[in-house]
């Protein structure tokens, strides 16, 4: 009996087949384990430029720790399609990134007002300033008109008193100075 060579042993088209096979399962599966590694918020400290942003989440006197009690993840606010996480890894494992980072939501005062209202239902500005009292100015109610919430709100750093650039109120100076810093 003639014997086979490895190729005809091994190199055949089921074999082949079996092979590739194994190996889409395989990388289904990593896959599916990093996509579902991501929802978790300590999944994001593992890339060390967003490990700060993380421990600030985690606590911290900032807004994005007051979430964090609230039980507000990462991804809640950092909405991520997978081609996009994709595309995210990868320009972190090439360097392809600036820090600060940035990737918060485009439409910032709509995209917060879904969430804060008196009811949790989601507000319009009118019911964010009939909801903001002080005596003496109403910040939600500026001759500026609407702002963008991060004008003032920021997650990641101190919050900031626009305001304080012009004008001084006496409300400024109860406000948490670890969370808030006014034009001096």
Same mark, same amino acid.
């Given at each position: 009996?003639?014997?086979?060579s490895?190729?005809q042993?091994?190199?055949?088209? @089921?074999?082949i087949?079996v092979?590739?096979? =194994?190996?889409v399962?395989i990388?289904t599966?990593a =896959? =599916?384990?990093?996509?579902?590694a991501?929802?978790n918020?300590s999944f994001? =400290?593992?890339?060390?430029?967003?490990?700060p %942003? %993380?421990l600030?989440?985690?606590?911290? !006197?900032?807004l994005?720790?007051k979430h964090a009690e609230? &039980?507000i993840?990462?991804q809640q606010c950092?909405? @991520?399609?997978? !081609?996009?996480?994709a595309?995210?890894?990868?320009?972190f494992?090439?360097g &392809? %990134?600036?820090? !600060?980072?940035?990737?918060g939501?485009?439409e910032?005062?709509?995209?917060c007002?879904e969430c804060?209202s008196?009811?949790g239902q989601?507000?319009?500005?009118e /019911?964010i300033?009939?909801a903001?009292?002080?005596?003496e100015? &109403?910040?939600?109610d500026?001759?500026?008109? /609407?702002q963008e919430?991060?004008v003032c709100?920021n997650?990641? /750093?101190p919050s900031?008193?626009?305001c304080?650039?012009?004008h001084?109120?006496?409300w400024i100076?109860?406000?948490d100075?670890?969370?808030?810093?006014t034009e001096d």
């Open positions: 009996m003639e014997e086979k490895f190729r042993r091994f190199l055949n088209k @089921r074999t087949l092979v590739l096979l =194994a190996a399962i990388v599966g =896959a =599916a384990g990093l996509l579902k991501s929802e918020p994001c =400290a593992t890339c060390h430029i967003v490990e %942003y %993380y600030s989440w985690k606590d911290s !006197p900032l994005d720790h609230e &039980n993840t990462c950092h909405e @991520r399609s997978i !081609p996009e996480k595309l995210e890894g990868l320009n494992i090439i &392809n %990134y600036k820090v !600060p980072l940035e990737g939501p485009e910032m005062r709509e995209f007002l804060h008196e009811d989601g507000s319009s500005w /019911e300033i009939a903001t009292d002080f005596e100015s &109403n910040p939600h500026s001759h500026h008109g /609407e919430c991060n709100h997650m990641h /750093e900031y008193v626009f304080s650039q012009c001084i109120f006496d100076d109860d406000l100075k670890e969370v808030w810093i």
